[in-house]
């Protein structure tokens, strides 16, 4: 069994010593071997987890199968969004090396979230860093797909262009078909 | 842009009066907001006013008590993306107050109107002068937050659906989080490693 010292989480530097012992007092830490979920996508949230040791996955289904969006190491808080809002998980999140996480159930998060002592106050601000960087990451990644999207819209060439070169391939007897690598190079007009 | 400090050109009852309107401020005791009072700064925007430049960076958020803010994408010069209408009683600017970084957008002045503005370092010091507003304020930030985090999800989805809602993810049945893994010891002995 391995030992945690919660003082060398830089995401809990701030926590004084009462702090953490009260933390690890309402969030047991459980161990998750490589590989195992600590939360399934779609399911309703009834935790979120502070990363103690270890590395997680997130990963969700998308067109071609499960992928890996996100890997968050030790310090982080995962799994916080379902119970903020109360829907399903938007995502798995799968350990992907030998884990150790402090686990909150929804009664203490909620209770957290409502309390105004200086424990609360210093996890509330730390549950809205994790939310800000998970849609800093979000915000990244929907950058990246639309780029590609517009990449890919632009090397494409649109359904009138393809009448165009249908029509004139015609005049040679041939079919769009025929000829599967067409360049489509527009002439400055 | 016109700006406006706290004790000099609104007097301290018309700014009180101007923050109770601000949903987060409603419902709080005189004194937390007074604590309040000490830590913002009123700001009196007019329509197209700049008040956050998109890449800069700065450790303070806006709450909107009169007028519409927009945010938008600067995407090359004179060049814009409108992302999104911040209106009264909403935050903006609390992403880059929380958590440094660059500003990801450009907020400006879509109306004049009135803003107040509040440092991250304000905000830490009512955890000490007005502990439950601290807690409120940052409760609507993380509410705020996965709204739009929810939001883009959805949006990421679509896109990678070829622009249609998605179907459902895999659901499991019933309450359905993974089995528990097993606890690391008891409190008493996890106590004793984090301390003893």
């Known amino acids: 069994m391995q030992t945690i010292d919660l003082r060398q989480l830089a995401s809990l530097r701030d926590y004084t010593n009462s702090e953490l012992r009260l933390l690890a007092s309402v969030a047991p830490a459980r161990e998750y071997k490589r590989d195992a979920s600590l939360c399934r996508e779609g399911q309703a949230g009834q935790s979120c987890f502070l990363l103690a040791i270890g590395e997680v996955s997130i990963r969700k289904t998308l067109p071609g199968g499960e992928k890996t969006l996100a890997t968050l190491k030790s310090g982080q808080v995962v799994g916080q969004m379902a119970l903020v809002d109360r829907s399903p998980r938007s995502a798995s999140v799968v350990a992907a090396t030998d884990t150790i996480a402090l686990e909150l159930t929804r009664d203490v998060f909620e209770n957290l979230l409502k309390a105004s002592s200086p424990l609360a106050l210093r996890f509330q601000e730390q549950i ?33 262009e393809l009448q165009t070169i249908s029509a004139a391939l015609q005049e040679w007897d041939l079919h769009l078909d025929d000829v599967p690598d067409v360049e489509v190079v527009k002439l400055p007009r | 842009m016109t700006q406006t400090r706290p004790g000099t050109a609104a007097a301290p009852a018309q700014l009180m009066a101007r923050l109770r309107e601000i949903p987060q401020f409603r419902e709080i005791r005189e004194d937390e907001l007074a ?162």
């Not at chain 1, 860093?129 to 979000?138: K, P, T, Y």
């Open chain 2, 35 to 196: 604590a309040v009072a000490r830590v913002v700064r009123p700001i009196a925007v007019r329509s197209g006013d700049v008040l956050f430049q998109q890449g800069a960076r700065g450790d303070t958020m806006l709450f909107v008590a009169e007028g519409r803010l927009k945010t938008q994408l600067v995407t090359g010069p004179g060049q814009f993306t409108d992302l999104a209408s911040v209106t009264a009683g909403q935050v903006v600017g609390e992403m880059a107050a929380l958590d440094p970084a660059p500003r990801a957008a450009q907020v400006s002045a879509a109306s004049d109107g009135l803003v107040f503005e509040l440092s991250v370092h304000g905000l830490r010091e009512l955890r000490t002068t007005a502990p439950a507003v601290a807690a409120t304020l940052t409760a609507s930030i993380i509410a705020d937050v996965t709204a739009r985090l929810r939001s883009i999800d959805q949006r990421i989805e679509q896109e990678l659906h070829g622009g249609k809602a998605p179907a459902p993810a895999p659901t499991a049945p019933a309450t359905a989080e993974p089995e528990k893994q097993k606890e690391v010891g008891s409190f008493g002995r996890l106590w004793s490693r984090f301390f003893g």
């Open chain 1, 128 to 160: 809205a860093i994790a939310g800000i960087r998970q849609l800093r990451m979000a915000n990244q990644r929907l950058k990246s797909l639309l780029l590609e999207q517009k990449d890919a819209a632009a090397a494409k060439p649109k359904p009138e």
